[in-house]
């Protein structure tokens, strides 16, 4: 009888299959789950801290051996001899180093029903047969933070300045919109403001926005620098129309001058606008720029037949580098004292006439004709610009710019010293004039200086900078050997 029981007992403890080891080479489900690890060790992301770490060694939920284990039980018909082998194939696990290990849960183990191995992991995925063993984790909390639709208006605008990504969606009413707008103003990050505006400009009627806005300045003012940015003119004008601000919306419709090309309809356009109701000063500049283009448009057209049949001399030796249309009054004036300087008043080139229609100051004037008669090296033409009359009869030279300037304009067209040297002794400032007259060279003002300085000292001094045996040298000695001056050193 005790004999049967110990058959029985040796039965049910007994069984073919052996427990599973890690040391066991021969298993093959061992072998396709490593496979699997190292097929899988590209795709892990190790840096991932808000998921679950394992090791080798085993933990007790969610191990790589429990995934294992669980795979195992399911090819397994028996339990049976369970003490016998885990007896067995416990020396061999406890020989095992233990080795950390960087795999993430976040990856899964791939299987077949039938026990065989995969040879890639492209092969695993690919497949119809495959079934998930090791559980799927949730995704991180902080994940879904940035997604949340319950942000209150103050904290979505917060969120906005540090440049996280923000639906605005959610604030469908008039309300809760106005909130944002009000909470945008009050952090003064301008981007913040023009998101929004640009939110509910797309998501508001026109009355509603331009009403609300109408209370609150600062919005009001990044809705109108954004529209003039972007050219939404129409819109624009709208805005302002019921603002009741007539200056700007006539000053906005001037702007579209600038994109007309055609100079005919540019014209037209600027006629147009001398109606438009501006304030005085600017009525008269609109004017202005109507008459400047008329006139140019005239001596363009007349330059440009006598450059093209050859008849002037001055447009052959100095041909046109581009043409007078859409410039400025300065760059006309210019044009006008290179090509027309001799014309009488009453044509419509002659720099006189320029002056006279548009106001020029005389500074201006006399600058602007100064560089162009030099840039032609016409001498004459310079002197007779900075000479004036008095009511007696009698001539000066005159310059409202000043002589140094005048210096200045003349020595960048190369004129010749004798040219220079005669403003240079208009200079009223001493120390200028010699600077001037030291820099450019021009000795006989140096000289004349000197003398009239009484410094016998700095006369000397200045002998050494001219050539030996030169007009200049002899002019020295002339002075420093006339016992006539007195000489203050």
Known sequence: MSRVRADEEEYWH?????????????????????????????????????LERVSWSGEPVGSISWSIKETASGSTGSLDGRDSSLQKGSSSYAALPKQASSYSLSSLFKGRSKLSSFQSLSDALTDTGVKNYAPELRRPKAEYKDYSSDWSPKDTVRRMQRGKVCSLERFRSLQDKLVLLDE??????????????????????????????????????????????????????????????????????????????????????????????????????????????????????????????????????????????????????????FYHYTEAEGMFSSPTNLKKTFKIPDKQYVLTALAARAKLRAWGDVDALLTTKNWLGYTKKKAPIGFHRVVEILQRNNAPVQVLQEYVRLVEDVETRLNLATKYKCHDVVIETYRDLKDRIQLTAYKCKVERGSAEEEKIHSILSNTQIRWKN
């Open 14 to 50: 007994s069984s073919k299959f052996r427990a599973f080891t890690f040391d066991d080479e021969d298993d093959e489900l061992s072998q396709e789950s490593k496979r699997a690890v190292n097929s899988l060790r590209d795709i892990v992301d190790d840096d991932d801290d808000d």
């Open 184 to 337: 945008a103003v009050a952090g003064h990050d301008g981007n913040v403001i023009t998101a929004v505006l640009i939110f509910l400009k797309r998501t508001l009627r026109r009355e509603i926005l331009f009403r609300e806005l109408e209370v609150r300045q600062v919005a009001l003012c990044h809705l109108i620098y954004f529209l003039r940015e972007t050219g939404e003119q129409k819109f624009l004008l709208d805005l302002l129309r019921f603002l009741d601000r007539t200056e700007e919306v006539a000053l906005s419709q001037y702007r579209e001058h600038l994109n007309i090309q055609d100079v005919e309809k540019r014209r037209e356009f600027l006629k147009g606008c001398i109606g438009l109701p501006f304030s005085a000063e600017d009525t008269s500049h609109i004017q202005d720029h109507y008459t400047l283009l008329e006139r140019q448009i005239i001596i363009e057209a007349n330059d440009r037949h006598l450059e093209m049949a050859g008849q002037s001399e001055l447009f052959r030796k100095y041909p046109r580098k581009a043409s007078i249309l859409n410039m400025p009054l300065v760059t006309t004036l210019f044009y006008s004292c």
